[in-house]
């Protein structure tokens, strides 16, 4: 790289003072001294781009892997639970390890449950349960049952 920020100065002290040469001829020739500054500024990043492998680059973001035969219902099912899982620490202010989501009956169709159990655990589990219940009752997505669970 410092051969580049080397090559780059070079070209841009050697395009300056052919500007200053130039200053009293016209604009032509300033117009092409800078299209050639231009060009040698951005040729080696354009260079570097051709080879920038997308594939390698995407694979370097961590994403929940699912397995491969895991039927869609069960990724849909997961992350509607994880949703309601979220929802509640966030408006409660607990911990998402604290607490657990079951869900019975499961439509992926209208995103909505028979019944959803939700287990509080841990320092969640000192929370106000009915206001959870409440809350999660409040969305119409199922009939909320929370459990409190010590130890």
Not at 6 to 35: D, K, N, P, Q, Y
Not at 59 to 87: C, K, L, N, Q, T
């Amino acid at each position: 790289m410092s051969g580049y920020a080397l090559s780059v100065f070079t070209v841009c002290l050697v395009g300056g003072v052919c500007m200053t040469l130039c200053h009293s001829s016209g604009r032509a020739e300033s117009l092409a001294v800078g299209i050639i500054i231009l060009f040698v500024i951005l040729s080696p990043i354009a260079e570097s781009l051709s080879h920038f492998d997308v594939d390698s680059w995407l694979e370097s973001f961590e994403v929940e892997d699912y397995e491969g035969d895991a039927p869609i219902d069960s990724v849909i099912e997961d992350a509607f639970a994880d949703g309601i899982r979220r929802g509640v620490a966030e408006k409660f202010l607990l911990d998402k390890e604290d607490i657990r989501i079951r869900l019975y009956d499961f439509d992926k169709e209208s995103l909505t449950a028979g019944k959803i159990r939700v287990i509080l655990s841990g320092r969640a589990a000192l929370a106000d349960y009915k206001s959870v219940e409440n809350y999660i009752n409040e969305m119409n997505i199922g009939e909320c049952e929370v459990e409190v669970e010590f130890g």
